[in-house]
């Protein structure tokens, strides 16, 4: 799996939100495609390293399927408990 972290760690450094990267000549929903790690084409790729000078492999990485699903499911997990809890802060 193709993961974009780097890219969302780097905006942050520049102070740039997802958005700014329409700057860049690519389609206004390729920012959301990145947020959410699905498939990019190269073109919009390419566009993305010339507006922010970089190569393609500081702003993402591959990580296997498996370690990938992992991770979502965890995360997918505490964000439940986190939700549960806050409703249980909010009876209080």
């Known amino acids: ?3 974009y972290t780097k890219l969302a760690t780097l905006l942050k450094e520049k102070k740039m939100a997802w958005k700014d990267l329409c700057n860049s000549g690519i389609a206004a929903n390729t920012p959301q495609k990145f947020s959410q790690n699905r498939p990019i084409s190269t073109e919009s790729l390419n566009k993305v ?3 922010l ?3 393609p492999s500081e702003i993402m990485e591959w990580i296997p399927d498996a370690e ?3 991770q979502t499911a965890e995360k997918a997990k505490i964000e439940a408990q986190i939700a549960e809890l806050q409703a249980k802060l ?3």
């Open 1 to 3: 799996m193709i993961v």
């Open 68 to 70: 990938y699903e992992n």
């Open 53 to 55: 000078h970089v190569q």
């Open 90 to 92: 909010k009876r209080m």
């Open 49 to 51: 390293c010339e507006y």
